[in-house]
């Protein structure tokens, strides 16, 4: 990413200790069940592909 590695890892640290609260927004939208799923794996997704 053209990042230093503590700066990467502080920020997916920063990812991984707000995820409950994105994920309760998520839930808590107007969003159909379908589109939460959606968004929800998605949001995963990126967070995954960030730690690698």
Do not use: C
């Amino acid at each position: 990413m053209g990042l230093e590695e503590n700066v990467v890892q502080h920020l997916i640290k920063g990812l991984h200790k707000t995820l409950p609260k994105w994920q309760a927004l998520i839930h808590n939208s107007f969003l159909s069940d379908n589109l939460q799923e959606k968004y929800e794996v998605l949001i995963l997704s990126r967070l995954s592909r960030l730690e690698k």
